[in-house]
């Protein structure tokens, strides 16, 4: 890389970290913080945005992703007694696919210097090596069972060398559960008993440590039945 484009990267860097910091205090100052105390004020927080409480509610949980410490998961929820299921998560998966895409682009082009400051460099490096060994299989898992921040993984997912075509469907296939399940007990939708939650808990625990035990197996075993497939019917 050449000091030209060092210095570019440092010039994006603490622009992108400045933006960051801008957003962060502007949610502080409208109290969004504060609200994050109970649900109730995180609902009232929410509907005094009225009439634009839908753009508002999408720029949250927008910027829950970016801002990775603020849980899409409270304010789906919060969401969903407002706006209803359906809307409150249509309006959330946009802004969290969006915002995935967006610190994934964000830690591809700025690189590990832009990784610490938002993740922060203990967190970086707790997880940055079973990502890099199991790139694909582990943020599959992670994202599909609420034991991992998802968010601070989509930016270390930028350090790696997954493509962005491939993070993007499995951002597109894995992050929508958790989000509409949270969705729908905000709107009524569902209502899920403690003992059920523990239940699925251990059951997505399981499932989590034996698909990064055998998971590279289960792969390879998919891709010589397609492969087989594919000659067989080519020969026909």
Not at 138 to 145: D, E, I, N, R, Y
Not at 184 to 193: F, H, K
Not at 203 to 229: C, H, I, N, P, S
Request: aromatic residues 14%.
């Amino acid at each position: 890389m050449s000091a030209t484009e060092t210095k570019h990267k440092k010039i994006w860097l603490a622009v992108t970290v400045l933006l960051l910091a801008g957003g962060a205090w502007g949610l502080y100052a409208s109290g969004f913080f504060a609200a994050c105390t109970s649900p109730q004020t995180l609902q009232d927080y929410i509907a005094r945005r009225a009439p634009y409480a839908q753009l508002w509610f999408f720029l949250l949980q927008l910027l829950s992703v970016v801002l990775a410490p603020i849980p899409s998961n409270i304010t789906a929820v919060a969401g969903g007694v407002i706006f209803g299921m359906w809307p409150a998560f249509l309006l959330t998966w946009g802004a969290v696919f969006s915002g995935s895409l967006l610190v994934f682009f964000l830690a591809r082009m700025l690189g590990r210097g832009f990784a610490d400051q938002v993740v922060g460099r203990r967190l970086s490096e707790k997880y940055q090596t079973v990502i890099r060994s199991k790139t694909g299989i582990f943020l599959t898992l992670a994202f599909l069972f609420p034991y991992f921040p998802d968010d601070m993984l989509c930016i270390l997912a930028g350090l790696t060398d997954i493509s962005l075509r491939r993070f993007a469907l499995i951002v597109l296939l894995t992050r929508p559960w958790g989000l509409l399940v949270a969705c729908a007990l905000g709107g009524s939708s569902l209502s899920i008993p403690l003992w059920a939650l523990a239940l699925l808990g251990a059951v997505g625990l399981t499932v989590f440590v034996l698909g990064m035990k055998y998971g590279d197996r289960a792969q390879q075993w998919v891709l010589r039945r397609l492969e087989r497939y594919k000659t067989e019917h080519g020969r026909s």
